[in-house]
C-alpha cells in the first residue's frame, strides 16, 4: 500500500507541475482501477483494496497541491527578491527639460 500511495504522490507531483485542477478527473479514472486491481491482487480481500484505492486517490491529491504550493510560494519569493533587488538599486536624477 505504502508503494502505491508514494507513487501516487509523485503522480500527482508531475501533474501539478503543468497542469490546471481539472487535470485531477481523469487522473482519478486512470488510477482507481490501477490501484483498486493492486489491492486486490495483492491482499485478496475487497475491504483492504478499497483501503489502497482511497489512499491513492489521496495521495494524487495531495501530490497535486503540495506542488502547487511549492511553485508558487517560489514565484513569490522569486517576486519579492525582484522588487528589493530593485528597491535596493539607487536610481539614476531625471533631468528636466527646459
Do not use: E, N, W
Not at 502505491?4 to 485531477?24: D, E, N
Not at 517560489?74 to 528597491?87: C, D, E, K, Q
Amino acid at each position: 500500500m505504502i508503494t502505491v500511495a508514494l507513487l501516487s504522490l509523485l503522480t500527482g507531483m508531475v501533474l501539478g507541475m503543468r497542469f490546471k485542477v481539472l487535470i485531477l478527473v481523469p487522473a482519478f479514472a486512470c488510477i482507481l482501477p490501477i490501484a483498486f486491481g493492486f489491492g486486490l491482487a495483492r491482499d485478496h480481500a475487497l475491504g483492504s483494496a478499497i483501503i489502497v484505492a482511497a489512499a491513492a486517490l489521496a495521495s494524487v491529491q495531495i501530490g497535486y497541491f503540495a506542488c502547487v504550493l511549492i511553485r508558487y510560494s517560489l514565484a513569490a519569493a522569486r517576486v519579492s527578491g525582484l522588487r528589493s533587488a530593485s528597491l535596493a538599486r539607487p536610481q539614476p536624477a531625471r533631468r528636466t527639460a527646459g
